[in-house]
């Protein structure tokens, strides 16, 4: 199995520009998520999918943050306008189901100049 | 408020020792806990889930314990090895749902 896959691994940008980050969930699973993590703040859940339906983005910091998942082999978290502070690795995760483990892909390293 | 809450100090072990690691919670009334292991550059992975009915958890050269009383889980590795040297992240349910919150996580290195 190929596991999450996340594109692109490094994304470098400078402040104000428009990020899109991208996320193939595992086949058959139900349920998607995403992460930002922080030294500062650690792993917080931004939003959940269940079905390809946003159940929860109360985690989503500001409404710089969109994200969505059009068919349930893909979803994108973009940042519009992308600020310094916004500089972190996004991690992707699927699950089978609510309440099962979650399988998280490699991240997304953002650097915001 | 909520709060988990992991040894921020790196855990330094010998090869072949038993490493504890430990998550505390406060202020939560979890379904079920997990752990995960998390490598530098890596997503991390799932290693073990307990739930709140239940005390252990094996798998391999791993134990889990969840006091429900103590708010606490241990999280074992025995006979450690230096390829056990990793982040290892505790995650517990907020609400009995989908959203799980994860602590800080405890650096783990085994010395050979």
């Known amino acids: 199995d190929a596991g999450v896959i996340q594109s692109p691994r490094h994304e470098v940008t400078e402040m104000g520009q428009e990020v899109t980050l991208r996320c193939k969930p595992i086949s058959g699973h139900n349920s998607l998520f995403w992460y930002r993590q922080t030294m500062m703040r650690g792993l917080e859940l931004l939003i959940y999918f269940n079905n390809n339906v946003p159940i929860d983005d109360s985690g989503m910091p500001e409404d710089r943050f969109s994200a969505k998942m059009p068919n349930a082999s893909f979803s994108t978290l973009k940042i519009q306008p992308s600020e310094p502070r916004d500089s972190a690795v996004y991690f992707c995760?699927?699950?089978?189901?609510?309440?099962?483990?979650?399988?998280f892909g490699p991240g997304t390293r953002l650097t915001v100049l | 408020s909520q709060k988990i809450e992991q040894n921020s100090e790196a855990l330094n072990i010998q090869e072949g020792k038993t490493a504890t690691l430990t998550c505390n919670y406060t202020?939560?009334?979890?379904?079920?806990l997990q752990w995960y292991r998390q490598d530098p550059g890596r997503g991390p992975v799932f290693l073990l889930l307990i739930r709140e009915n239940e005390k252990e958890k094996r798998k391999e050269r791993l134990k889990v314990t969840f006091d429900t009383t103590l708010k606490q889980s241990l999280f074992h590795i025995t006979a450690s090895q230096p390829a056990d040297s990793a982040t290892y992240l505790c995650a517990l349910d907020r609400d009995s749902s989908y959203k799980l919150i994860f602590g800080s996580g405890t650096r783990l290195l085994v010395r050979p």
């Open positions: 995760a699927s699950s089978l189901g609510q309440y099962n483990e979650q399988f």
């Open positions: 202020n939560y009334s979890p379904a079920y």
